[in-house]
């Protein structure tokens, strides 16, 4: 079964400053793989996917991503945060072809200092 | 786009009561879910659903019950609430699986 790991359980940075959080995940082959945010008591809105191809992916809202096999890892970048970023982000990973199930990491709340 | 409706934003419920929580998805998806969302344990998956009438557990299924009587809709079901539920309840659909999920704004319960 895959797991997905997000080791920064909250995060602060200043307006302007570049982002990058970290999410790491378990599977034997090359998942799908996911980054949604969450606003306060607010469903999660989809940022951006991977499943093939480029391994740099560009989302919504200027976030980026990047699947690195090597590293088993999927993070999440923005170059310039904004103070509405502020919210928390999980990152989800699907097993191909095993159903439609994701599992979600347990999220990163990111702070913005004005 | 896709909009994925949960039927109640807040809910207070007294222990022991039947509760459910209902979820309309308006795009003719094959497959939804049903999430609670707990501080620091992220999104579990309770049930999901491949097909009307077809339901399978997920990993925290234990007080919960499901119903798909039609494609667009799926209930989630208390038998008999307790405290231990007071949480946040997510749905979501989805087709095809690389195209990730639709969420629901989400229902907060309370049980009382």
């Known amino acids: 079964a895959q797991s997905v790991t997000q080791p920064d359980i909250h995060i602060t940075v200043s307006e302007g400053a570049s982002l990058e959080l970290r999410c790491n995940y378990s599977y034997g082959a090359t998942p799908y793989l996911f980054w949604y945010v969450q606003s306060p008591g607010q469903g999660l809105q989809l940022l951006l996917k991977y499943f093939s191809g480029d391994t740099l992916v560009q989302g919504i809202k200027g976030f980026e991503a990047e699947f690195k096999r090597s590293q088993s890892s999927f993070n999440l970048r923005k170059p310039s945060v904004h103070w509405s970023d502020a919210a928390e982000y999980f990152c989800?990973?699907?097993?191909?072809?095993?159903?439609?199930?994701?599992?979600f990491g347990t999220g990163t709340q990111l702070k913005v200092e004005l | 786009d896709v909009k994925v409706t949960q039927s109640s934003r807040y809910l207070v419920k007294r222990t022991g009561e039947k509760v459910f929580l209902e979820c309309v998805q308006d795009?003719?998806?094959?497959?939804m879910f049903w999430y609670r969302q707990d501080p620091g344990l992220g999104l579990r998956l309770i049930y999901f659903s491949y097909d009307v009438k077809m339901k399978e557990k997920g990993d925290i299924p234990e007080g919960y019950s499901v119903s798909r009587e039609k494609k667009e809709r799926f209930s989630l079901i208390l038998e008999s609430a307790s405290t231990n539920q007071t949480s946040m309840y997510l749905c979501?659909?989805?087709?095809?699986?690389?195209?990730?999920?639709?969420f629901g704004s989400g229902t907060r319960l309370t049980v009382v």
């Open positions: 795009m003719d998806h094959e497959n």
């Open positions: 989800a990973v699907g097993a191909p072809g095993g159903g439609n199930k994701l599992t």
């Open positions: 979501a659909s989805s087709f095809p699986q690389e195209e990730g999920y639709t």
